[in-house]
């Protein structure tokens, strides 16, 4: 997840940063360089939901399956997972784009503030009516697998904490899923708002909001919400917090 998230970050903040020290005239990508950052920023995204998903089969087994964690998520399993997480949304967005590139351009302008697939077959006036049977047909198989598996693994979970007596379990797998499910939900809700928002062009400022909740919000989110589940960082965290503070004071 972390590299992910360095990855979508990478993508995005160096070129709306960029572009916020630019007067509008000047603001212009060549269109290969627009190709890239589609690809990356939909991979960014894809992979975001796959990772979410792994990370779900990792929490069904911690808590239903405490005895047998070490014999089923072992080394190559997470290594196999890792690899599956980045692998699957490859071929499915290189087809994506693949199918907007091959169409000729007769416009310009892109109104997003990045590029993305949406904003690449929209420079042309051919018939896009394949671009978006795939792109639907891709959009319900990444969610339609990504809410399917999470709900179902919480599910269990749901079982397994509402049958069982010990509330020292039922505490931690509550603290252990809530920052997942925060996560997996800011995810999803930005997810779908970019996809309706497209199809109203006059809401585009509300897109790009959205946007940057998903490839910046959520990267610092995910950063901070499980850095500080690690007992050193929240440690480190607290101390620093306390020397401010009684630094503040010696001021006064």
Same mark, same amino acid.
């Given at each position: ?17 960029? @572009?916020?020290?630019?007067? @509008? ?7 290969? @360089?627009?190709?890239v950052q589609a690809f990356c920023v939909h991979f ?6 796959? +990772? ?25 399993? &997470?290594?196999?997972?890792?690899? /599956?997480? /980045? ?5 499915? &967005? ?16 892109? +109104? ?9 077959? =929209? ?59 925060? +996560?997996?939900?800011?995810?999803? &809700? ?17 897109? =790009?909001?959205?946007? +940057? ?9 995910n950063a901070l919400i499980y850095g500080l589940q ?12 306390r020397k401010s503070k009684v630094a503040s004071m @010696?001021?006064?």
């Open positions: 997840m972390s590299i992910n998230d360095v990855f979508g970050a990478t993508i995005i903040i160096p070129h709306v940063l960029r @572009d916020l020290l630019t007067p @509008d005239s000047q603001r212009v990508i060549r269109y290969m @360089d627009c190709v960014h995204a894809s992979a975001s939901h796959t +990772v979410l998903m792994i990370m779900a089969f990792d929490r069904y087994v911690a808590i239903c399956n405490p005895l047998r964690y070490a014999t089923i998520m072992t080394h190559r399993m &997470v290594l196999v997972l890792s690899v /599956w997480a /980045w692998v699957i949304p490859l071929p499915l &967005v290189g087809i994506l784009i693949g199918l907007s590139v091959r169409l000729s351009r007769c416009r310009v302008n892109i +109104v997003h503030f990045s590029c993305n697939n949406a904003s690449l077959f =929209k420079l042309s006036c051919e018939s896009v009516l394949i671009n978006n049977i795939y792109g639907l047909g891709y959009t319900v198989v990444l969610l339609g697998s990504s809410i399917g598996s999470v709900t179902l693994t919480y599910l269990r979970i749901a079982m397994v904490c509402l049958r069982s007596k010990n509330k020292t379990l039922n505490r931690k797998a509550l603290q252990t899923c809530a920052t997942h499910l925060a +996560v997996y939900a800011i995810l999803l &809700v930005s997810g779908f708002i970019i996809i309706i928002l497209h199809r109203f062009p006059q809401l585009a400022s509300h897109r =790009k909001v959205a946007s +940057v909740m998903l490839h910046v919000v959520l990267p610092a989110l690690i007992k050193e960082v929240r440690q480190r965290v607290m101390a620093l917090f @010696d001021a006064k």
